[in-house]
């Protein structure tokens, strides 16, 4: 790849913690690259053929210009090592910002909507 990708992160607290959080599971696998990796590439197409457009939770307010999505992964056989990231993505600005990573152990569907919500919130206070 040459030049600068299309896209610029913006990492919240927030998934720096869950991310460190789950770092400590995955001690097995070379889980730093991979999330890594799969940053790099969202950075280039926040659209990979393995994230899909995700609903907000019902009372959280689509922030102006910014479009919800949860990308998944594996970095291991079975349950545990299905990821999940999801990250808002805002085309004019050609930003994304990362909110959540957690495993299917933790969240077989998706973080609680009242939480979603939180974070949400706390990373437009942030910015």
């Not at 919240?12 to 097995?28: A, E, Q, V």
């Not at 992964?73 to 957690?102: C, D, F, H, T």
Request: one cysteine or more; charged letters at 30%; a positive charge.
């Amino acid at each position: 790849m040459t030049g600068l990708p299309p896209f610029s992160l913006e990492i919240p607290d927030k998934f720096k913690r869950s991310l460190k959080k789950l770092g400590k599971t995955y001690k097995s696998v070379n889980f730093g690259a991979i999330i890594g990796d799969c940053l790099e590439n969202l950075l280039v197409n926040p659209y990979l053929s393995m994230s899909r457009d995700e609903p907000l939770p019902k009372k959280t307010k689509s922030p102006q210009g910014w479009t919800f999505h949860k990308l998944e992964l594996r970095v291991s056989k079975g349950a545990s090592g299905q990821l999940r990231i999801m990250y808002l993505v805002n085309e004019e600005a050609a930003v994304i910002r990362p909110i959540w990573i957690y495993s299917h152990e933790q969240f077989e569907k998706r973080p609680p909507d009242q939480e979603i919500d939180n974070v949400i919130k706390e990373i437009f206070l942030e910015s």
